[in-house]
């Protein structure tokens, strides 16, 4: 069974940093390509970074410079250090797989981020 | 303001059918492939269709997903009261450069 657990969230302070890990298992983690998708509350689905598995990163505009997304694959784990934190990034953080042809086919619980004063 | 647009509701008896639209352009559906996720309340987004048209095994044929030109429909049919969802088109963008989402639909089943 394909599990994505995230861990790191939590209460930080406008200006602040942030580290999600995703730890990944079911599946080699290594042959996929992953994303981390945010949805703020009664929000939509706000992409937030890709990474392929050749360490290609991509990044959403709104936070390409602050957030940068890595893998270990001997530990089948994704990361999101997330720097310069503002109020909008508030949302929860869910560690997803791109199955290909354009499916996230498997998502994580989610972990709630909140950047307040 | 969400790139895709989808309608924010939309509603049907149980044992109808309904659509679900997601309208794009040429930089995102109209060259690319469209994915549709249901999210129920308080869990994470689950895939029900991707590359337009194919389920994922476990996803019953009662959903189904199509194109036309730069816009995308997710169809569910013999709806259910456990259909209550909000439901998301997604899609890779190539003058942003990222993956792009609908505002969501909630679908009501009165």
């Known amino acids: 069974e394909v599990q994505l657990v995230e861990s790191g969230g939590g209460l930080v302070q406008p200006g602040g940093s942030l580290r999600l890990s995703c730890v990944a298992s079911g599946f080699t983690f290594s042959n996929y390509d992953m994303h981390w998708v945010r949805q703020a509350t009664g929000k939509s689905l706000d992409w937030v970074s890709g990474?392929?598995?050749?360490?290609?990163?991509y990044y959403s505009g709104s936070v390409k410079g602050r957030f940068t997304i890595s893998r270990e694959n001997a530990k089948s784990s994704l990361f999101l250090q997330m720097n310069s934190l503002r109020a909008g990034d508030t949302a929860v953080y869910y560690c997803?797989?791109?199955?290909?042809?354009?499916?996230?086919?498997?998502w994580g619980q989610g972990i709630r981020v909140t950047v307040s004063s | 303001q969400s790139v895709l647009t989808q309608p924010p509701s939309v509603s049907a008896a149980p044992g109808q059918k309904v659509t679900i639209s997601c309208s794009g352009s040429s930089s995102n559906i109209g060259t690319g492939s469209v994915s549709w996720y249901q999210q129920l309340p308080g869990t994470a987004p689950k895939v029900l269709i991707y590359?337009?048209?194919k389920r994922p095994s476990g996803i019953p044929d009662r959903f189904s997903g199509s194109k036309s030109g730069t816009s995308g429909t997710l169809g569910i049919s013999g709806l259910q009261t456990g259909d209550e969802a909000d439901y998301y088109c997604?899609?890779?963008?190539?003058?942003?450069?990222?993956?792009?989402f609908g505002g969501g639909t909630k679908l009501t089943v009165l």
């Open positions: 997803v797989r791109d199955g290909g042809l354009g499916s996230f086919d498997s």
């Open positions: 990474i392929g598995t050749a360490d290609d990163t």
């Open positions: 997604g899609t890779w963008d190539s003058s942003l450069s990222a993956v792009t």
């Open positions: 590359d337009n048209n």
